[in-house]
């Protein structure tokens, strides 16, 4: 008996060996500052916590996993440095406190599946050549798990995590979730500042003031991203994505353009905002755990989500700046600059 049990604790341990500590709705709700920093790999709830409030104040995460990762303390830096806190391997009472308080309500939530989440039409598989992805009739997800993790900004393996035994294919099944606001009003974002060494995306408003932040993929040294300044031309909900067989893609067999349906999974995701350089724009992704960890082919990706925050809350002629050296003092005088320049 006793070899039986502790087969199944170590088969547990190795199904879920990212979590640490309890992890349900009441111990995420309920989670205080953690005192140390966590491990960046393990899933906690005071961090799921963290991230919640930090995607709320518009200061996002990426994609929220309950990990305290490299684009959570970006996050975490980022609204440190706007309200005037410093941080370092800890955080401080007094920025815990400000993220609280810059936000109401329970940082989890239960949520109802609806028939909607489940009708589908779902992709089988989605297939990773874009060869193979221009006969299909749209980009859509590959399951309701996919679609209500990324509704909800969150991993799916966060929402597994949270939700043990529950079916995420099954309408009326009630389940755990980030609470997240589905649309984001900004103030009039008059300047947006893309920092290529950091692979972040800053928003100002007229008066300089930083408005949000997001974790950003940047163009690969032989895909670069732009340098200078552009402007921003216009945005489309729901893109097709367009490819040029100039683009030389070594992954792309076909010679000829051709086009690739809308839709979630599409290759420039569900958001597209286009910028005064042909061909470039900062948009959506299939995969918001990779965004920031891996190149872009020289656009600025981000979550479905966060682009879509930034394209209904930029004008066109709206001014991207594209910094190639690392973000300092002066990067923020500009942006009050900018703001005047506005303003007048």
């Given at each position: ?207 300089g003031r930083l408005v949000a932040f997001y974790p950003a993929s940047i163009g690969s040294p032989d895909r670069p991203t732009p340098t200078g300044t552009l402007k921003v031309?216009?945005t489309n909900e729901q893109p097709t994505y367009h490819y040029n067989p100039e683009y030389k893609f070594k992954s792309v067999k076909s010679k000829r353009p051709f086009d ?43 979550t479905n989500w966060d682009a879509r925050v930034i394209g209904e809350n930029v004008k066109r002629g709206t001014t991207v700046v594209f910094l190639d050296a690392p973000t ?17």
């Amino acid at each position: 008996m006793m070899r039986w049990m502790l087969g199944a604790v170590m088969s547990l341990w190795f199904i879920c060996p990212a979590l640490a500590g309890n992890l349900d709705a009441r111990a995420v709700n309920d989670a205080a500052r953690p005192e140390k920093q966590p491990a960046a790999d393990k899933i906690t709830a005071p961090v799921t916590k963290l991230q919640i409030l930090l995607d709320r104040a518009q200061f996002s995460p990426g994609q929220i996993d309950g990990k305290l990762g490299e684009n959570a303390q970006k996050a975490l830096k980022a609204f440190a440095e706007q309200n005037g806190v410093g941080f370092d391997k800890t955080i401080p009472p007094e920025l815990w406190d400000k993220l609280n308080a810059a936000s109401e309500g329970s940082a989890l939530v239960d949520y109802k599946i609806t028939d909607a989440d489940v009708k589908g039409p779902f992709l089988k598989k989605l297939p990773a050549r874009l060869d193979d992805m221009k006969s299909l009739e749209a980009l859509s997800y590959t399951s309701p798990l996919e679609g209500l993790a990324e509704r909800f900004h969150m991993s799916e393996e966060l929402l597994k995590a949270l939700n043990p035994g529950k079916a995420f294919d099954k309408a009326g099944e009630t389940i755990a979730v980030a609470s997240v606001p589905a649309r984001r009003e900004l103030p009039r974002v008059v300047r947006i500042e893309i920092d290529k060494t950091h692979a972040t995306l800053k928003a100002y408003e007229g008066s300089g003031r930083l408005v949000a932040f997001y974790p950003a993929s940047i163009g690969s040294p032989d895909r670069p991203t732009p340098t200078g300044t552009l402007k921003v031309t216009g945005t489309n909900e729901q893109p097709t994505y367009h490819y040029n067989p100039e683009y030389k893609f070594k992954s792309v067999k076909s010679k000829r353009p051709f086009d690739i349906k809308p839709g979630p999974n599409n290759p420039v995701g569900s958001y597209w905002i286009g910028l005064s350089a042909q061909g470039y724009g900062i948009h959506g992704t299939a995969e918001p755990d990779r965004v920031s960890k891996s190149a872009s082919h020289g656009c600025i990706r981000l979550t479905n989500w966060d682009a879509r925050v930034i394209g209904e809350n930029v004008k066109r002629g709206t001014t991207v700046v594209f910094l190639d050296a690392p973000t300092d003092s002066s990067s923020k005088q500009q942006g009050k600059a900018a703001g005047k320049r506005a303003a007048n």
